[in-house]
């Protein structure tokens, strides 16, 4: 049975984590939160996959270039937004065509889109999908930018009431899975141009006419679950001056001659997502800094050439020689990122 964060009644219940049939059921360590540690050697430990980074990074693109080369992987999510049902563009949630066939846990599952899902609530569904997968003697593989959620999974103890990134409390070294870290890193001058690029082709996508059906009068000043993401608020002082159902081409990125009040309201919302994409990569980065500091064994991945070269791939596609400068990106990614990734990943398991 695929483990599902919409199989409970509410996100508040204490039953918030995936069901496993009892004749199934795994032995494996209790995910409630107050639960002391119970193992103190990583040879009795589950051994689980981590890719990290900040959003935009290439994470969703090695997570199955490894399953690709470890085929009995199956890969959890943990970005907090794709969570749930819905924005799928604006999300970022990886396309169905390029999972591979590799089964994806806890994307998309959550219809709830109106509650917040807490650490404790991710770190019981995660943990009990974690069971479920090994159970069946597959590799677990976590992927996804939301760092409070890892940490939140991972840590052998884990106190709801404490934040750890904001306050003055110290990461723990100590961890409840055995664990290989790929921390996919670029270049902030490189990574911030990347981003930037990446909203105008996820409204080049259809972006914007996501946001259009997803925009409700009575939830604008709402910020609880899926309304978190970024483009939502944003959005909403457009989408408030002109209602998508008043014009016909509201859900589709104002081109020239348009209303130039119109533009400008446009012009801005894109520059809030922009900025607000910028900030959740920093904040990102600093907290992957502080579990590092703490002791977690972080492989470092520089993917910095990779996207360099992706974006120079793109300002040569009116070029006659598109086709070489996509090969070169995917020559350097597999050098770079993917070979190492799966070298460590090859010895951690041996």
């Known amino acids: 049975m695929k483990p599902t964060l919409s199989s409970f009644h509410s996100l508040h219940s204490p039953l918030f984590h995936p069901l496993i049939s009892r004749h199934r059921r795994p032995r494996c360590p209790r995910m409630d939160s107050s639960s002391p540690p119970h193992h103190h050697s990583n040879q009795n430990k589950t051994k689980i996959i981590v890719t990290m980074g900040a959003t935009?990074?290439?994470?969703?693109?090695?997570?199955?270039?490894?399953?690709?080369?470890?085929?009995?992987?199956?890969?959890?999510?943990?970005?907090?937004?794709?969570?749930?049902?819905?924005?799928?563009i604006t999300t970022n949630k990886i396309p169905l065509h390029e999972r591979k066939g590799f089964p994806h846990f806890l994307l998309g599952d959550l219809d709830t889109i109106d509650a917040d899902v807490s650490p404790s609530q991710f770190r019981s569904a995660a943990g009990?999908?974690?069971?479920?997968i090994v159970s069946r003697g597959n590799l677990p593989l976590l992927v996804g930018g939301s760092n409070s959620f890892i940490h939140a999974l991972l840590v052998e103890t884990f106190d709801p009431q404490v934040d750890v990134f904001t306050g003055p409390d110290s990461v723990s070294h100590l961890l409840r899975y055995d664990?290989?870290?790929?921390?996919?890193?670029?270049?902030?001058?490189?990574?911030?141009?990347?981003?930037?690029?990446?909203?105008?082709?996820?409204?080049?996508?259809?972006m914007l006419e996501e946001l259009a059906q997803f925009y409700d009068p009575t939830k604008v000043g709402v910020r609880v679950g899926l309304r978190k993401a970024i483009g939502v608020p944003e959005f909403d002082e457009y989408f408030r001056k002109y209602p998508p159902w008043e014009s016909e081409d509201n859900g589709r990125v104002p081109k020239e001659g348009c209303d130039q009040a119109?533009?400008?309201?446009y012009e801005e919302a894109v520059r809030l997502i922009k900025d607000n994409t910028c900030i959740l990569a920093k904040r990102q980065i600093g907290k992957i800094m502080r579990l590092r500091k703490a002791g977690w064994d972080l492989k470092r991945l520089d993917a910095t050439a990779t996207f360099r070269a992706m974006m120079m791939k793109k300002k040569k596609n009116k070029s006659s020689s598109p086709a070489s400068s996509d090969l070169?990106?995917?020559?350097?990614?597999?050098?770079?990122?993917m070979e190492p990734s799966v070298k460590a990943v090859r010895r951690f398991l041996q």
């Open 56 to 88: 935009g990074c290439g994470k969703s693109r090695l997570s199955i270039d490894l399953a690709t080369h470890f085929p009995h992987s199956q890969i959890i999510n943990s970005d907090k937004m794709q969570l749930y049902n819905g924005l799928d």
């Open 128 to 132: 009990l999908t974690i069971a479920n």
């Open 179 to 206: 664990c290989c870290f790929l921390w996919v890193d670029v270049a902030w001058s490189v990574l911030s141009d990347y981003l930037c690029e990446r909203v105008d082709e996820m409204l080049e996508s259809g």
């Open 262 to 265: 119109r533009k400008e309201v």
């Open 328 to 337: 070169e990106w995917r020559d350097i990614w597999e050098r770079e990122v």
